[in-house]
């Protein structure tokens, strides 16, 4: 393990957090903003957020778990993004 792969892997997990925390703000502007999907962008930003804090996940699934629809949204969309970005 190199210099470059730790560097890459902390550009990678701050990439990741700032791009989910863009998602948690455009989510928050969607709950006011009738052409935006607020909860969608707000599930998007949290998963992307529980992948540099995995304390977060537990909480974000027991949340989820109360409502099947968005339960197995977020398990669509943790897995579809764990494909795409890779170990953090």
Known sequence: MGYTFIMKK?????????IGII???LG???LFLPFL???L???IGLIL??????RMRPHIKRHAERQKHVSSAVNKIE??????????
């Open 10 to 18: 902390k550009i990678k997990k701050i990439l990741v957090l700032t």
């Open 23 to 25: 998602f948690i703000i």
């Open 28 to 30: 928050i502007l969607g």
């Open 37 to 39: 999907q607020g909860i």
């Open 41 to 43: 962008f707000l599930i």
């Open 49 to 54: 957020v529980s992948f540099c804090f995995p």
């Open 79 to 88: 897995e579809w993004i764990a494909k795409t970005i890779g170990e953090i």
